[in-house]
């Protein structure tokens, strides 16, 4: 992370720089390739003012704060830089996600048949690819009522993993997911 200072009416020593490093390195979880910091630091009578701008790939951010002390106006505003970071790389995941689910992952299902097994290899006899939809258990039973199917294959909106609901013989569903 490169750091630029720049005090107006303020004089910079070695331990506000040490502090804002320490509080700017919170950022670093949410925006991991090199960006660039800005810190501006100003006093105007009894009024500590801390702006920050930092620049990367999510665009620019920006934090402007005024105590009555540096100290606290850079923490807080590297608290509200930290804010709009979570939510810029929330955001940017969830595009990306988007994007994946559009394009249509489906995975291919393979049905073998018992009376197919002959000199102890099955064959394969219909094949066929499913799109996996993120949804919920309750979804994938509604679901499961309408089809023609016997089971769902969904992706779990709770915790993203990808699972089988399946109608039983006594007409009661089970779940099938994966551990992790």
């Known amino acids: 992370m490169n750091v630029e200072y720049f005090a107006r009416t303020y004089h910079l020593d070695d331990q ?5 490093e320490r509080k700017l390195a919170k950022l670093e979880k949410f925006v991991s390739e090199p960006v660039e910091v800005k810190v ?6 009894h009024r500590h003012i801390a702006e920050l701008h930092l620049a990367h790939r999510f665009g620019v951010l920006q934090a402007t704060v005024e105590t009555g002390d540096m100290y606290d106006s850079i923490n807080l505003a590297v608290d509200k830089m930290e804010k709009q970071a979570r939510r810029a790389s929330k955001k940017y995941k969830d595009k990306r996600r988007r994007a994946d689910r559009q394009n249509g992952q489906a995975w291919p299902l393979e049905v073998i048949a018992g009376e197919s097994v002959e000199s102890g290899e099955p064959r394969i006899l219909r094949s066929s690819r499913l799109s996996i939809k993120p949804m919920s258990i309750e979804e994938a039973a509604l679901r499961l009522q309408t089809s023609k199917n016997e ?7 709770g915790t993203d993993r990808v699972s089988v609901l399946y109608r039983r013989k006594d007409r009661n569903y089970g779940l099938i997911s994966p551990e992790f």
């Open 16 to 20: 506000i720089r040490g502090f804002a």
């Open 40 to 45: 501006t630091l100003e006093l105007e009578k």
């Open 151 to 157: 089971f769902v294959v969904f992706r779990d909106s």
